[in-house]
């Protein structure tokens, strides 16, 4: 069996150490997580977007905008249908007068992902 005693004056670096490792593991969980919900986003949001062609579903994507040691962010957006996004959630006026609905399909989206994201990082870290 080895001896695992240090001596009082390296109790610190070895704390130290210690904590540094654990960050580097909550890092990479967290970052997984958030790769996770991203993906969970996109693929929400394209069952349940409105359909006419299904060119603005598919044209959903994630997009890594900033990604550091200890942090990573995603971004979902569409494509090439960028312009329709808040008018199909929201709804819109028509032309010759009268309203079209709106159809939430990103907002319940970005709800569940929140919720999943929080859950993903909490198991991650109580199970270590």
Sequence with gaps: MANNSIRSDQLASAVMEGLKEYADLAAYDMKKAVRKAGTSVRKEIQQIAP???GAYAKS???KKEKETSDSLQLIVHSKKRYQMAHL???GHAKR???????KAHIAPAE??????LEEEIERSLQNG
């Design 51 to 53: 359909s006419d062609t």
């Design 60 to 62: 959903w994507a994630v």
């Design 88 to 90: 199909l959630e929201h």
């Design 96 to 102: 010759g007068g009268g309203r079209v609905a709106g």
């Design 111 to 116: 709800e569940k992902a929140v919720r999943q």
